[in-house]
């Protein structure tokens, strides 16, 4: 999506994800075992790692994209 403010990505994702709350909701609500626990933290621990990955990248441009 090149030339794509990233703001309006942003934006555009929080907007999908603020549809799929309910339907997270539903899901945990229920049978939830300590091994859906287990993966879980596994899963969200994934998701922190590549969001780290992703701003280490960003800081990592942001030198070059600058003016000058």
Request: aromatic share 8%.
């Amino acid at each position: 999506m090149s030339g794509v403010p990233g703001q309006l990505l942003a934006q555009l994702a929080w907007a999908a994800m603020c549809g799929k709350i309910t339907a997270l909701e539903e899901a945990f609500t229920g049978y939830f075992t300590d091994h859906h626990g287990f993966l879980m933290r596994r899963m969200l621990a994934r998701v922190d790692g590549e969001a780290e990955q992703v701003n280490d990248r960003r800081l990592e441009l942001t030198p070059a994209a600058a003016p000058g």
